[in-house]
């Protein structure tokens, strides 16, 4: 069942703050990934959009979501946690020799359908996932979370092939556009300028919006899986890798910065006033 637009708002702040505070569990997890994707995995997840059933993690009849830029996967344990996939107090154990949660997620998370620490696979295995759902007759459809930074991978582009070409329009790709990968600003690696172009040319139906806004994100994302196109779509949502945090939001090094705990404490301080 869908929450109202301010539940999903108070929700999105919620998953932040409590993002913030993992990261100072676990420093070596990536928080200015995981910072920039938390209002579209909330509007994903409390929007009514997934079909799923925490208690029925293997149903053959689930949406599949499959978070490719497993870098940016500790803002999705507060949802899951919340959602009941398992107990909240597991969040303090994240990291810990004996957590199953850890800085980058994998499979034995419950809720998580695959391990993506290395990019580019994501999408190839949700192509996988998504045709079989097809040869099954199945309603179900698969979301795919990917990174700009990623779409630099050679993998990516032939799974965006490949489904273009066997019109899976079961599947469903978020295009995390924050414009920053690892080492500098997403232009001067590979500039991917015209994205929406591109998908068109490979065979996409394309849609984009603010990935911060909830406005016209749940709008955005209504109309995405809403679209009847028998092509694969994609929703490119434009935001800002660190949101939340001044100084990650300016640092094109921002990927690899890590925050300390009273530099957290502060930013949740402004947050939460």
């Given at each position: 069942?869908?929450?109202?637009?301010?539940?999903?708002k108070?929700?999105?702040?919620?998953?932040?703050i409590?993002?913030?505070?993992?990261?100072?569990?676990?420093?070596?997890?990536?928080?200015?990934?995981?910072?920039?994707?938390?209002?579209?995995?909330?509007?994903?997840y409390?929007?009514?959009?997934?079909r799923?059933?925490?208690?029925?993690?293997?149903c053959?009849?689930?949406?599949r979501?499959?978070?490719?830029?497993?870098?940016?996967?500790?803002?999705?344990?507060?949802?899951?946690?919340?959602?009941?996939?398992?107990?909240?107090?597991?969040l303090?154990r994240?990291?810990?020799?004996?957590?199953?949660?850890?800085?980058?997620?994998?499979?034995?998370?419950?809720?998580f359908?695959?391990?993506?620490?290395?990019?580019?696979?994501?999408?190839?295995?949700?192509?996988?996932?998504?045709?079989?759902?097809?040869q099954?007759k199945s309603?179900?459809?698969?979301?795919?979370?990917?990174?700009d930074?990623?779409?630099?991978?050679?993998?990516?582009?032939?799974?965006?092939?490949?489904a273009?070409?066997?019109?899976?329009?079961?599947?469903?790709?978020?295009?995390d556009?924050?414009?920053?990968?690892?080492l500098?600003?997403?232009?001067?690696?590979?500039?991917l300028?015209?994205?929406?172009g591109?998908?068109?040319?490979f065979?996409?139906?394309?849609h984009?919006?603010?990935?911060?806004?909830?406005?016209k994100?749940?709008?955005?994302m209504?109309?995405?899986?809403?679209?009847?196109?028998?092509?694969?779509k994609?929703?490119?949502?434009?935001?800002?890798?660190?949101?939340?945090?001044?100084?990650?939001?300016?640092?094109?090094?921002?990927?690899?910065?890590?925050?300390?705990?009273?530099?957290?404490?502060?930013?949740?301080?402004e947050?939460?006033?």
């Open positions: 069942m869908a929450l109202s637009l301010s539940q999903i108070n929700k999105a702040l919620s998953i932040r409590q993002t913030l505070q993992l990261h100072g569990l676990a420093p070596e997890a990536r928080i200015a990934s995981s910072l920039s994707n938390v209002e579209v995995m909330t509007a994903l409390y929007g009514g959009f997934l799923m059933d925490p208690k029925k993690t293997d053959e009849k689930r949406d979501f499959i978070l490719s830029k497993g870098h940016g996967g500790i803002s999705l344990y507060p949802i899951l946690a919340d959602l009941g996939f398992f107990d909240s107090s597991e303090a994240i990291c810990q020799k004996d957590s199953f949660l850890g800085g980058i997620p994998d499979c034995i998370v419950p809720g359908e695959t391990t993506n620490g290395s990019l580019g696979h994501g999408l190839g295995v949700g192509c996988g996932m998504a045709i079989a759902l097809k099954k309603k179900a459809k698969v979301v795919v979370m990917v990174g930074g990623e779409l630099n991978e050679g993998s990516v582009w032939e799974a965006i092939m490949f273009s070409h066997h019109q899976l329009d079961n599947l469903y790709l978020i295009v556009q924050n414009e920053k990968c690892m500098d600003y997403c232009k001067n690696v590979v500039d300028a015209s994205l929406k591109k998908m068109r040319e065979g996409w139906k394309v984009s919006s603010d990935g911060h806004c909830m406005e994100l749940l709008p955005a209504k109309k995405l899986f809403g679209d009847k196109a028998r092509q694969p994609v929703l490119i949502a434009k935001t800002v890798k660190g949101k939340g945090v001044p100084r990650l939001e300016k640092d094109p090094l921002c990927h690899i910065k890590s925050m300390n705990v009273q530099e957290i404490e502060q930013i949740v301080r947050l939460q006033s």
